[in-house]
């Protein structure tokens, strides 16, 4: 896997870079937050992000907190790294950011290698999911969508319920022309036409 790393102790980088490297992963490696940030908008690819939580600049929980708030992305599975005395509250603080796992210091090879194949299994699960979820069967006619519960539902509700998004309507050119402007004119033309009179019987 392609693996960044975030530590602003070069000894403890270096460390982190050699150890991922005998587990045959790619290192990429940032100092802090900001620069971190920058290599995961120009590196596609990272699905891993190995970091210090106390950084100068900007720190763990802050970039994890970024990488959640982006909108299409794949997912990307957030380790952080604390010490072994972190209190239960930070950990707490941790979670409620979007951390997936925990390394404590000083960095054990096992433990590294076991949080890395629980972030690969993960990682193949929510891949999966989200191809099946980009597959959605819709009708031909209607343009329904078939949910989980086998249950239709207009494409808007379908939508709206998974991501919060609210939908107004229009109309786009092709379908002015193709569909509008004739039911206006068949309207204007039904309007134009004399109303029979009815004469009355005496």
Not at 65 to 84: C, Q, S, W
Not at 103 to 115: G, I, Q, Y
Not at 141 to 146: A, T
Not at 160 to 168: L, V
């Amino acid at each position: 896997m392609k693996i960044l790393t975030v530590e602003d102790d070069a000894v403890a980088r270096a460390m982190l870079r050699q150890a991922l490297r005998r587990l045959g992963h790619e290192a990429l490696e940032a100092k802090d937050g900001e620069a971190a940030w920058e290599l995961l908008q120009a590196n596609e690819g990272v699905r891993v992000v190995v970091s210090d939580w106390m950084m100068p600049n900007s720190d763990g929980l802050q970039l994890c907190r970024k990488i959640r708030g982006r909108v299409g992305a794949e997912y990307t599975y957030f380790i952080l790294l604390t010490a072994r005395d972190a209190s239960e509250d930070n950990q707490k603080s941790a979670a409620d950011a979007g951390v997936d796992d925990f390394l404590t210091k000083p960095l054990d090879l096992s433990e590294l290698w076991t949080r890395l194949r629980v972030a690969e299994r993960i990682l193949r699960y929510t891949t999966q999911v989200r191809q099946l979820e980009e597959m959605l069967p819709i009708c031909s006619y209607c343009k329904k969508i078939r949910d989980d519960q086998n249950y239709w539902q207009q494409i808007e509700g379908y939508i709206g319920e998974r991501t919060g998004s609210d939908f107004s309507h229009s109309i786009c050119p092709d379908c002015y022309q193709s569909v509008v402007l004739p039911e206006i004119q068949q309207l204007k033309a039904a309007a134009a036409k004399p109303t029979p009179s009815v004469e009355r019987q005496h």
